[in-house]
């Protein structure tokens, strides 16, 4: 199995709401990653998870809480969110360890709406 | 800003032509990676070149690197209406851990 996957497809959630967007992968990879994207613009990093634990945090707003709860399993808990956070949200994994020269699998992201 | 920069931000061609795209970034490299993108949908990895590799293929791909001009660039032979995209390149800075990602360049390809 050479995907990574991502629940849900689109999501639309008002300003006081919380909810969670899931990643997956059974590849036995050991970095995660949260990307936001914009349209037009390249994927940002926002976290990255190696062997489970928190290595790179990109000053990311405490609106957003990412959760690894094993190694195959990625969560991004979401709560209190503004309008300028509607995005594409990206999740992705490399074999590990967290290496800035390895290659990323994606999945089809999250298309996230906050209203 | 971290990121390199890709140019052309735009490209609009006819089937069958040839797509140059190319990517500039800031200080040294282990490695080079382009990434493609459907509209909306995730990336998808396409070819890697080391710092110490010039020129690499892969099908009708095929990529550059120079090192000392730190640039590279991406060559789509004989494109098809299924090569819209955006492409973007992505690097490591030696030492670094984060995957940086260029601008991308959007591709456009008429039937």
């Known amino acids: 199995d050479t995907e990574v996957t991502q629940t849900p497809k689109h999501l639309v959630m008002g300003m006081t709401n919380k909810k969670s967007l899931k990643c997956e992968q059974h590849m036995g990879h050991r970095a995660m990653y949260w990307y936001k994207q914009k349209a037009k613009k390249p994927p940002e990093l926002m976290f990255v998870y190696s062997y489970e634990k928190l290595s790179i945090n990109e000053s990311v707003p405490s609106r957003f809480s990412p959760e690894c709860p094993n190694s195959s399993l990625l969560n991004l808990h979401l709560h209190a969110l503004q309008p300028e956070d509607s995005a594409l949200y990206l999740c992705a994994s490399s074999p590990g360890p967290l290496s800035g020269t390895d290659t990323q699998y994606f999945g089809p992201g999250t298309r996230l709406t906050v209203l | 800003s971290q990121q390199g920069e890709e140019d052309p931000q735009a490209l609009s061609i006819q089937e069958g032509e040839n797509a140059t795209m190319n990517c500039s970034y800031k200080t040294s490299i282990n490695n080079l990676q382009w990434y493609r993108q459907n509209s909306g949908r995730g990336l998808v990895h396409l070819i890697l070149?080391?710092?110490?590799?010039r020129e690499k293929h892969s099908g009708r791909l095929r990529v550059t690197l120079d090192t000392s001009k730190k640039s590279s660039s991406l060559l789509i032979t004989a494109s098809r209406a299924a090569d819209t995209a955006s492409y973007f390149c992505?690097?490591?800075?030696?030492?670094?851990?984060?995957?940086?990602f260029g601008a991308g360049t959007r591709l456009f390809v008429k039937a």
């Open positions: 992505a690097t490591a800075y030696t030492g670094g851990f984060k995957t940086i």
């Open positions: 070149i080391r710092s110490n590799e």
